[in-house]
């Protein structure tokens, strides 16, 4: 079938929104028109040059649309079903999956990470090169096929500008908090970097009913919504003696939990002398590939801190994005206060520049 796709010819240049070709879904895979999708820093770091892909391919991982066309097998979904992405379909057979780690699939190494579908291929082409599908999933297009597990069925009434980001930046963010952290109530936090993700770890520290929610950002609309989102203060990181501010915001002791959705090596610096005696910080921040961090290791150990990597909310997707829409629908969870601005599919770039320029939360394509 043909599709309009935001195809990235050569990083560094900008996306071409053109006429491509898409193979039907084969078995175990599912077509799914595109209703809503998020722009994200994982969509900026390939088309800029920091993470280093082949190109051609069709970009976009996070969003929302209708199931069209189920192939053979498929029973999770059927067509008219409303889907959020998930970026990280499992196997459910490798190790990880055995033991409850999903996102930690060993497929996903030879899928998701190398943009092909599961089937190990690609069913895109323009101007009659075959283009990959990033992560697996190359939503920036009017339709997408997709493993039947990189889709998770959600209920109608939900706007799809609501659902556009949960399959990454809220799954990754509250995910931080609930799964990987899990803090206790009470607990007091530090969150660096209030963007799409940060955002999310501030609301799910509300969730987790943490006392102190400290956001730190070097811009300020950002931190504005941050208190929006629930966080109890503000403080801007590029400002002075901001360790000894946080502690103040923190009873004096650090925090208890410090995340760093940043994830560059001053942030961490920075996350581990956040972090009280005995604290953890989690990073989420997946700045460049080429990123090493150095700290100094005599606190790290004598402080018993504890350092965390936590990929795509370290959970179980298939489970988490139904009860996060759950607790949306019960007000709990602020979906649709994360979009900033719409576009339209042909204004990608803008949105591109929009987020590389730390303009907002999230902006969104609508369709
Ligand atoms: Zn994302
Ligand atoms: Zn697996």
Not at 100 to 113: H, I, N, Q, S
Not at 166 to 183: K, W
Request: charged share 20%; hydrophobic share 40%; with cysteine.
């Amino acid at each position: 079938m043909n599709t309009n796709a935001a195809i990235l010819w050569e990083q560094g240049a900008p996306l071409s929104v053109e006429a491509a070709e898409l193979g039907g879904p084969r078995a175990g895979e599912v077509l799914v028109e595109l209703k809503a999708a998020g722009v994200c820093h994982s969509d900026l770091h390939p088309a800029r040059g920091e993470w280093p892909v082949r190109t051609p391919l069709v970009l976009g991982h996070e969003g929302a649309g209708v199931v069209r066309e189920v192939g053979e097998g498929v029973k999770n979904v059927r067509p008219g079903d409303h889907v959020v992405f998930c970026w990280a379909p499992p196997c459910g057979v490798c190790p990880p999956c055995r033991e409850g780690r999903p996102v930690l699939c060993d497929r996903l190494e030879r899928t998701t990470y190398r943009n092909r579908l599961p089937a190990g291929d690609t069913l895109l082409s323009a101007r009659g090169q075959r283009l990959a599908h990033y992560n697996g999933t190359a939503c920036f297009a009017d339709f997408a096929v997709v493993a039947e597990e990189g889709v998770i069925a959600v209920p109608e009434d939900v706007p799809f500008e609501a659902l556009a980001t949960l399959g990454c930046a809220v799954v990754t963010g509250v995910g931080a908090v609930l799964n990987a952290a899990r803090p206790e109530a009470g607990a007091k936090v530090a969150v660096i970097g209030v963007g799409g993700v940060g955002l999310n770890v501030v609301q799910g520290a509300r969730l987790a009913g943490c006392a102190a929610i400290v956001a730190l950002d070097t811009r300020n609309e950002p931190l504005r919504l941050a208190r929006e989102f629930g966080a109890t203060d503000t403080v801007e990181a590029s400002g002075e003696k901001v360790t000894e501010r946080v502690r103040g915001l923190t009873g004096g002791r650090g925090a208890d939990y410090v995340f760093d959705t940043v994830g560059s090596p001053a942030t961490l610096a920075q996350a581990l002398g956040l972090a009280r005696k005995g604290g953890t910080v989690v990073v989420t921040g997946l700045a460049r590939l080429d990123a090493l961090a150095s700290f100094p290791l005599f606190p790290f150990v004598m402080q018993e801190k504890r350092l965390v990597g936590s990929v795509y909310g370290s959970g179980r997707p298939s489970r988490d994005v139904p009860r996060l829409v759950e607790l949306y629908r019960e007000g709990k969870l602020k979906l649709a206060e994360l979009v900033t601005r719409t576009y339209q599919l042909e204004e990608v770039n803008d949105a591109l520049d929009a987020l590389a320029g730390g303009e907002g939360a999230r902006g969104i394509i609508r369709w």
